[in-house]
């Protein structure tokens, strides 16, 4: 089982920027994801995760949610197993835990949803404040 860990959080003032990481570890080629993405979750939401960003490993192409589109962006580096979501122009409600997935079976209508994503990290945590 491929095990995911996130760094990158913390906190900052509305306006500021981060940039989370999640290197993966265990891997195995025969499973390769096809989604890579970054969830949002807040406690609110009991256990929903929200889709931020996701992308494609075949043809690398990158999909974003509302609340991240013109303000973050996801990456890959395939050398390192890492995963990177670029936060800039952070606002109060960005705070919440951020979990990186690997979907390996992502039906593409659901690649969005996390319960299509079946390795997580532990998550980091991103506070912003006015």
């Known amino acids: 089982q491929v095990q995911l860990v996130e760094s990158g959080g913390g906190s900052v003032q509305v306006g500021g920027s981060l940039r989370l990481s999640c290197v993966a570890s265990?891997?195995?080629?025969?499973?390769?994801?096809?989604?890579m993405g970054w969830f949002h979750q807040t406690p609110g939401n009991g256990r929903e995760r929200e889709g931020v960003a996701i992308i494609n490993t075949d043809g690398g192409l990158a999909e974003y949610g509302d609340s991240a589109k013109g303000r973050f962006t996801i990456s890959r580096d395939d050398a390192t197993n890492t995963l990177y979501l670029q936060m800039n122009n952070l606002k109060p409600e960005d705070s919440g835990m951020y979990f990186c997935g690997w979907c390996v079976n992502c039906a593409s209508p659901y690649r969005f949803r996390w319960p299509s994503y079946s390795a997580w990290g532990q998550g980091t945590q991103v506070t912003v404040s006015s």
């Open positions: 265990r891997y195995r080629f025969i499973n390769k994801p096809m989604y």
